[in-house]
């Protein structure tokens, strides 16, 4: 038999933010920030609508203009408020924020690729690692935890969500694709689900 959404317990939810004028532009935006595109909002809209029903039961938000925005839509339309954790914000990309991949390669020759060989520990110049981002992310979940949420939505980030995936039992998480149209419904030990709310 089936069971009702609002009754299982121990479920989480994440979704990344809409898209951004400088997802478009291709620039790394870490800690600084960009407004949401119209198709950004729409995503919000279209998320929202799909976690109707999936028995919601409270909204936190990284502290970043597009991640708010993005919850308060999704908030809006399941009667909820908006609750902020400022360790939910984006790992800090340090200098390299507000560029693009050229301008990166060329004051940094070589670093992307340093970067790739050592994902989880590579510290952005005078920023942070997927590991400093992770400590924030067991803190954010800490915070959550005690707030009696058998059904949150956290609406973050691309990056410090992977952390938050890694968190909540979700292995191999570093080259997770988090699109703005997809949320995940992660359940106990790591099982989890995509829903999408494209097309």
């Given at each position: 038999?089936?069971?009702?959404p609002?009754?299982?317990?121990?479920?989480t939810?994440?979704?990344?933010?809409?898209?951004?004028?400088?997802?478009?532009a291709g620039?790394?935006?870490?800690?600084?920030?960009?407004p949401?595109?119209?198709?950004?909002?729409?995503?919000a809209?279209?998320?929202?609508l799909?976690?109707?029903g999936?028995?919601i039961?409270?909204?936190f938000?990284?502290p970043l203009?597009?991640?708010?925005?993005?919850?308060?839509?999704?908030?809006?339309?399941v009667g909820?408020?908006v609750?902020?954790?400022?360790?939910?914000?984006?790992?800090?990309?340090?200098?390299?924020s507000?560029?693009?991949?050229?301008?990166?390669?060329?004051r940094?020759?070589?670093?992307?690729?340093?970067?790739?060989?050592?994902?989880?520990?590579?510290?952005?110049p005078?920023?942070?690692?997927?590991?400093?981002?992770?400590v924030?992310?067991?803190r954010?979940?800490?915070?959550?935890g005690?707030?009696g949420?058998?059904r949150?939505?956290?609406v973050?980030?691309?990056m410090?969500?992977r952390m938050?995936?890694?968190?909540?039992?979700?292995?191999?998480?570093?080259?997770?694709?988090?699109?703005?149209?997809m949320?995940?419904?992660?359940?106990a030990?790591?099982a989890?689900?995509?829903?999408?709310?494209?097309?």
């Open positions: 038999m089936a069971r009702s609002g009754r299982d317990p121990g479920l939810y994440l979704a990344r933010h809409g898209q951004t004028e400088w997802n478009v620039r790394r935006q870490g800690r600084l920030d960009s949401l595109t119209p198709l950004g909002v729409e995503q809209r279209r998320n929202a799909l976690l109707t999936e028995g039961d409270a909204v938000a990284s203009g597009r991640a708010r925005a993005t919850a308060s839509i999704i908030a809006a339309q909820l408020d609750w902020v954790v400022d360790d939910l914000a984006e790992i800090d990309h340090g200098a390299w507000g560029l693009g991949t050229a301008e990166i390669d060329a940094w020759p070589g670093q992307r690729e340093v970067r790739e060989r050592q994902k989880y520990t590579y510290r952005f005078d920023g942070e690692s997927y590991a400093d981002g992770e924030r992310a067991t954010a979940l800490e915070d959550i005690r707030s949420a058998r949150p939505l956290i973050s980030h691309e410090v969500g938050l995936l890694r968190q909540l039992g979700v292995p191999d998480v570093l080259r997770t694709r988090q699109p703005s149209d949320v995940y419904r992660v359940g030990g790591g989890v689900e995509r829903l999408s709310s494209s097309g």
